[in-house]
Each structure stands twice: as C-alpha cells, then as structure tokens.
DNA sequence: GCGACAG
DNA sequence: ATCTTGTCGC
C-alpha cells in the first residue's frame, strides 16, 4: 500500500477545475479502436471514503482479460483532495487512483473506471480524465444515469439503448449486463470505441451486473480503508 | 429561480 | 460514496 500524494497544481476550487477540463478535453483520443476484447489485461479501479475523517482508498486490481484471473492489485491511502460535486468527480477520486495505479509492475492494456467517460455535460469526465493523465485506454462503466436519459432496452443480457447528446451524438450506451437486471452505463473514456467498451464490459460481467474488475476493486479499496491509519 | 445530479 | 434489518430466493 503506497501514500497519496496530490499532484502539483491540483485544482482546489470548482472554478479551477473546470478550466482544467476545458484544457485536458482537447487531449482525448477517440479514434482508437482500443484493445481487443478478451486479450491482455484489464484493471479495475475504485476509491472509498470515510469523510468523517477525510482519509480515502484506492484499489487498482488487474485481470488476465480472458481467463478474469487477478494478476495484480494495488493500493493507496492519503487524504481527501476535493469535494464530490456532480461533474467534477475525477478531481476528488484521481489522485489516489492514480497513485495505486503508479505501483503497479506492469501498465494493464485497459483501464475499467466507476463512472463516466464521454457521456459526461462537458463530455470529459472520470474515465476521460484518468485516459488523458496516464495515457492508457480507459473506459467508464457506471452504476447509475447521470445528464442522460434513455429509451427501454430488451431483457436479454447483452441487449442496449443508446446514451444520447441533444446533438444526437450517442455518448454512452445502458448495457444489459445480466437478464432481467438493472443495466451498467458504458461509454468511452481514452483511446478506446463505445462499441470495444460494451465488448469488454460484457466479457468482463459474465456473472454478475457489474464487471469484476469493479467488483474486486471495490472489494480492496474498503479493506484499505479499513486498515488506513491517518 | 427550482430541481437534478457519476461517486 | 455512506448510513443500515430483515427478507426473498437460488
């Protein structure tokens, strides 16, 4: 388990952080197919928090992207950065992210975030944001909608509806996951393509509605900030 | 101005 | 995210 250390010029203020968003935007890639799906490594990533006394954890687990056998795991405590503000979720949960991320060995093909990625209101969220800084393909796979709404998907696992912008741009897609079970929202963080990141989201959900990778990080993350003595 | 609002 | 009991079902 390594420290947390706030990366320089880190945004303290909502003002701030929007400027930095307006700036990072500019830096993802979108016209990368990404890694195939089933092939290499993939790593799940999330953070948990004890606001009473400001500490956070964060969990990086790897997995073998075909046989979903764990490879490595990580982590990361130290202090909480940023407030949660709807929009601006990358500036609380980055920076210990991105720590466990650093102790890894080896850079996983993928990187799986808990939130959003391009379905975002200034499209540039979580799973962008995390892309751009660490220059891995990412993808968001979230729990809950946020800005955008959809139409009724089918009940079959596997079954979509698209996320859509009031350009009409489809900037996410809900992702029946398992049947008859509320769906995970997909879209695409850094270098990887909406329709590569249901692909691996699904191989990834084989048995359960969020992916594993998720579900081992958020696993660890808490056992982290069980043993976190700030 | 009033809600809605990833984690 | 986090606070929390029982309960229904495989």
Same mark, same amino acid.
């Given at each position: 388990?390594?420290?947390?250390?706030?990366?320089?010029?880190?945004?303290?203020?909502?003002?701030?952080?929007?400027?930095?968003?307006?700036? @990072?935007?500019?830096? =993802? #890639? /979108?016209?990368?197919?990404?890694?195939?799906?089933?092939?290499?490594? =993939?790593?799940?990533?999330? #953070?948990? &928090?004890?606001?009473?006394?400001?500490? =956070?954890?964060?969990?990086?687990?790897? =997995?073998?992207? *075909?046989?979903?056998?764990?490879?490595?795991? +990580?982590?990361?405590?130290?202090?909480?950065?940023?407030?949660? #503000?709807?929009?601006? /979720?990358?500036? *609380?949960?980055?920076?210990?992210?991105?720590?466990?991320?650093? +102790?890894?060995?080896?850079?996983?093909?993928?990187?799986?975030?808990?939130?959003?990625? !391009?379905?975002?209101?200034?499209?540039? %969220?979580?799973?962008?944001? @995390? %892309? #751009?800084?660490?220059?891995?393909?990412?993808?968001?796979?979230?729990?809950?909608?946020?800005?955008?709404?959809? %139409?009724?998907?089918?009940?079959?696992?596997?079954?979509?509806?698209?996320?859509?912008?009031?350009?009409?741009?489809?900037? %996410?897609?809900? /992702?029946?996951?398992?049947?008859?079970?509320?769906?995970? &929202?997909?879209?695409?963080?850094?270098?990887?393509?909406?329709?590569?990141?249901?692909?691996?989201?699904?191989?990834?959900?084989?048995?359960? *509605?969020?992916?594993?990778?998720? !579900?081992?990080?958020?696993?660890?993350?808490?056992?982290?900030?069980?043993?976190?003595?700030?």
């Amino acid at each position: 388990m390594t420290i947390i250390d706030i990366p320089e010029g880190w945004p303290a203020d909502e003002a701030r952080a929007l400027a930095v968003q307006d700036e @990072l935007r500019a830096r =993802v #890639v /979108l016209d990368e197919t990404g890694p195939e799906p089933g092939t290499g490594t =993939v790593a799940g990533v999330d #953070v948990a &928090y004890d606001d009473v006394r400001g500490v =956070v954890a964060a969990a990086a687990v790897v =997995v073998d992207a *075909r046989t979903l056998t764990v490879v490595e795991e +990580s982590t990361a405590v130290g202090k909480v950065a940023f407030p949660y #503000v709807p929009g601006l /979720l990358a500036f *609380r949960e980055l920076p210990a992210v991105l720590a466990a991320l650093r +102790s890894l060995t080896r850079a996983p093909g993928l990187v799986v975030c808990d939130g959003y990625g !391009r379905a975002h209101p200034r499209r540039f %969220g979580l799973a962008s944001h @995390l %892309g #751009v800084l660490t220059g891995l393909p990412s993808i968001g796979v979230a729990k809950n909608p946020f800005v955008f709404g959809h %139409g009724e998907l089918g009940p079959h696992r596997g079954d979509t509806a698209p996320l859509r912008a009031d350009d009409g741009e489809e900037v %996410g897609r809900a /992702l029946r996951t398992q049947p008859g079970v509320k769906p995970v &929202y997909v879209s695409a963080g850094h270098r990887t393509a909406l329709d590569t990141a249901c692909a691996h989201t699904l191989l990834l959900a084989p048995r359960y *509605r969020l992916p594993e990778t998720t !579900r081992r990080a958020d696993r660890l993350c808490r056992e982290a900030l069980a043993a976190a003595v700030l």
